[in-house]
């Protein structure tokens, strides 16, 4: 997956193949799962939002807490699929700034909370 990280003018980036251009919804802040150097998921941290608080509701937790809740939860559902799970910002079908994403590395969980703050604060 590393080897398709290209240095663009303003970021590093990962082209989208013609065969990945389905998943591309648009841009924003996304969870991008690969398996064998091929995109085969991408999730939308701003859709995720929109669908659980629609879904599930806010109750006693903050917008905040319930992004990052399910933020989590679609980062486990990448990984329990056996994907190598990325952050990227989505745009012009590209994956821009691209970064690994680990349950154990406080770095990966504060780029999320990062990439959440601005979906949600959008």
Not at 40 to 60: C, F, N, P, S, W
């Amino acid at each position: 997956m590393r080897n398709r990280i290209e240095q663009a003018p303003a970021c590093e980036v990962i082209n989208l193949t013609t065969e990945e251009e389905d998943l591309y919804h648009g841009c924003g802040w996304a969870i991008a799962g690969f398996a064998n150097g091929k995109l085969q998921d991408l999730r939308y941290l701003g859709k995720v939002v929109i669908e659980e608080e629609v879904t599930e509701g806010v109750g006693a937790l903050s917008r905040e807490e319930v992004a990052m809740k399910f933020a989590l939860k679609q980062l486990n559902q990448v990984i329990a699929n056996g994907q190598e799970p990325w952050l990227v910002m989505c745009s012009c079908y590209q994956l821009c700034g691209p970064r690994p994403l680990a349950l154990d590395d406080a770095g990966s969980i504060a780029a999320l909370a990062k990439a959440l703050g601005e979906e949600i604060s959008a």
